[in-house]
């Protein structure tokens, strides 16, 4: 089964910074949708970010508009995710996803995404 590869999770304060990577296989990162969703406990999973490695476009949830951004690297075929101003309740886990852009539907749900990484914790304290 095709992984993608998550790195960067770590424990940080309210208020602090932290940088998640993904790096997918050549043969998926062309024309995809490569996005970051979380899952708190007792929660369910939700969309972060996510971009169009065709095209560049970005998509946020609401509750992480202007204080993340996702962004690519063509030649690594990694995407990031830069978090700033962390709160509380950004402790999640958080894993990696891509489909095809072609498959159609929001970026958001997660259903439709076929290939997935094994997540990486994110602890905010206060």
């Known amino acids: 089964q095709v992984e993608l590869l998550e790195s960067g999770g770590g424990s940080v304060e309210a208020g602090g910074s932290l940088t998640l990577s993904c790096a997918t296989p050549?043969?998926?990162?062309?024309?995809?949708?490569v996005a970051w969703f979380r899952q708190a406990p007792g929660k369910e999973r939700e969309g972060v970010a996510a971009?169009?490695?065709?095209?560049?476009?970005?998509y946020y949830a609401d509750s992480v508009q202007g204080r993340f951004t996702i962004s690519q690297d063509n030649a690594k075929n990694t995407v990031y995710l830069q978090m700033n101003s962390l709160k509380l309740e950004d402790t999640a886990m958080y894993y990696c996803?891509?489909?095809?852009?072609?498959?159609?539907?929001?970026?958001?749900?997660?259903?439709?995404?076929?290939?997935w990484g094994q997540g990486t914790q994110v602890t905010v304290s206060s």
């Open positions: 971009i169009n490695t065709g095209s560049g476009l970005t």
């Open positions: 996803a891509a489909r095809a852009v072609s498959y159609g539907g929001s970026w958001s749900v997660a259903d439709v995404y076929n290939y």
């Open positions: 050549g043969y998926i990162y062309g024309g995809a949708y």
